[in-house]
């Protein structure tokens, strides 16, 4: 195994359409739905961009859901090296990076509540907190009509697609339609963290442990199933719903492989390592997300792009993604 260290990168995409709160809209469940980003949304995927680039000269793969609000912040935010770099590296970026996309990173199926507003649902489901808290409650099915429909769409595949460095795409699950029957009628937060797990231990791993960075963009519940395998003193299945993920900051993790860890160190799903950050996390916070392993790239020009109002926090726009 390589002694050098693996790299992660964890990206929410940017502001959806069906994020936004105001004073003529609210928030609604999106789900598996394929919403787009607002002008805000795609101003945040390139602040995220600048701020990884910054930090990052080089990514050797990069893994991205099949819903297009991903993939438009990764799009996006791979642009934005063209500010940091001179052409023949960013054609040599372009060239020599791994591009996987997979179902597996999609949303949590949000089932019935899908296009609805947390004020909308409360009124029609008086246990809604339990649908969208309990580890392994699914919310109510989304109607067969609906997931016929939602069967006949690429993002609806059961597909995960490795876009070669020779710009062969080959399949390593195959695409396959959804019927009624097959599609999740819904999933708990159980339910997504074990259609995580997978793409993990077979597309993350090897590639970590041979020192290499990978670039994650998915939402808010994929992203919190992998912090549930990655950082599990943290993000447990109790606070799996306390910790908020931004839109478009990016998180980095660093690991090492179980060849020449530090034994005190907890091992992850893959026999890996997580490295924590030289500087200590406050305890004193409340705020789940200053308690991880991870570190934050935050900048000034990412705050600027925060969109979520108090009436947004108060109707859970990050929330129901």
Known sequence: MSNSRGHLILVRHGQSLWNVTSNNTKARFTGWTDIGLTELGRLQARAAGRAIWNNFSEIDCTLCSLLGRARTTLDLLWQEQTHYFGREQCHSNNNNTTRISSWRLNERHYGALVGLSKVDAEEIYPNLSSYRHGWDVKPPPMDSDQRMEWSRHFHC????????NDRRIK?????RSFTKDRIPASESLKDTCDRVLPLWKMAMVPRL????????????????AMLYFLDPQVVNEQSFNQLKIPSALPLVYEFENNSFSNSSRTEI????FVVPPASESNDCDD??????????LDTHEIQETKFCSLEGEEHLEHEIA
């Open 209 to 224: 442990s041979r020192g290499e960075t990978l670039l994650v963009v998915a939402h808010a519940n994929t992203i919190k």
């Open 287 to 296: 705020n789940l997300r200053y308690k991880l392993n991870g570190t934050w």
């Open 157 to 164: 595949q059961s597909a995960t697609l490795v876009h070669a």
């Open 171 to 175: 399949m390593i699950e195959k695409a």
């Open 269 to 272: 799903p893959g026999g890996l």
